[in-house]
């Protein structure tokens, strides 16, 4: 008789095998005492298997050393047309069983139950009528829409992630609040922003704000791409040329459009250009939290011009 584990995309690890030494039959009950090492994170389900026996199931959690599941988005000021709130969270291991972990709101507490088959996945009410991946959430919690405090706690009673989004000044009707980074747990609410979605929000799928994808790293990059405010070390932004530069644009943008920082640089033939950048506005102020674009055009020596584009985060220290 062998002692399995089976997680949830089915893979199996035999943690022991028994050996009967006497004839069985059925109602009899059989005590052995076994020690067992398993260092698998995640809810697995332990069962016996073997020739002619039936056995139950017993789900087993191991705690994360990192959550695997983190808040994602946000929709508190749902529209008439969609009087529905939810939270959406993200998950870099799918499937994922949700079974006994807690979603926090303020002070009230909803128990998950089900298995996240797809990375973005909405909790919300039973009534959900949407083509959407969600799990419908008994005792949904009401999400104020002056703000809250989300925190999600494995089956073990560990916070896992957190997010104050009390007063936060994007709340807005019809238009849900997201998580500019993916799988990053305790985020600073103040770094989450208003969906740039057609209709407002994008629920289900990636997020509209999340970090853009490098459009070309080795054009434009910025080190580190997460920069945090106040913490004394700057961004380090650096265009390289295919061939020798001339004269290169560096600005920095808003996701909204508003001008942050401006620079030019004549290259004189180098094959890159560099600045750095603090996370203050010209005048020395520091910029709000939350995504900022950087753009660079540059002219190179034979003539040619070239555009690209970068998306970097400024977050709390």
């Known amino acids: 008789i062998d002692l399995l584990a089976i997680n949830p995309s089915g893979d199996k690890i035999v943690l022991h095998t028994f050996k009967l030494m006497a004839d069985c039959e059925s109602g009899d009950t059989l005590g052995n005492l ?51 709130e939810w939270i959406e ?31 973005y996945m909405v909790i919300t009410h039973e009534k959900w009528d949407q083509y959407l991946p969600s799990l419908p959430a008994e005792r949904f919690p009401v999400l104020p829409n002056s703000g809250f405090v989300l925190r999600l706690f494995d089956p073990d009673s560990n916070l896992m992630d957190s997010v104050n989004l009390e007063n936060h000044p994007d709340f807005t ?43 070309n790293i080795t054009f434009i990059s910025a080190d580190p791409r997460v920069l945090k405010q106040g913490a004394g ?62 753009t660079a055009k540059v002219r190179y020596v034979d003539g040619t011009k070239k555009e690209g584009f970068e998306s970097v985060l400024v977050n709390c220290p």
């Open 34 to 84: 076994v020690s067992v090492r398993f260092e698998y994170p995640g809810t697995w389900l332990w069962t016996l298997n073997g020739e002619d026996l039936s056995s139950d199931t017993v789900a087993v959690y191991t705690p994360y050393t990192r959550s695997p599941v983190t808040f994602s988005e946000v929709m508190n000021c749902p529209s008439p047309q969609e009087p529905a």
């Open 89 to 119: 969270l993200y998950s870099k291991e799918i499937p994922l069983i949700l079974d006994h972990w807690q979603i926090q709101v303020d002070q009230r507490v909803t128990e998950l139950k089900g298995v996240m088959t797809v990375p």
């Open 173 to 215: 009707t019809g238009v849900s609040l997201e998580n500019p980074q993916t799988g990053h747990p305790f985020l600073n609410g103040k770094a989450w922003h208003r969906s740039r979605a057609l209709r407002g929000h994008s629920a289900g799928m990636e997020n509209s704000i999340a970090l853009l994808p490098q459009e």
């Open 233 to 294: 070390e700057p961004m380090m932004i650096t265009v390289r040329g295919e061939k020798g530069l001339s004269y290169v644009e560096i600005h920095i943008f808003s996701l909204t459009g508003n001008p942050v920082s401006s620079h030019e640089i004549n290259a004189f033939s180098s094959p890159l250009a560099q600045i750095f950048w603090d996370g203050n506005f010209e005048n020395g102020s520091p910029v709000p939290l939350g995504l900022y674009i950087i």
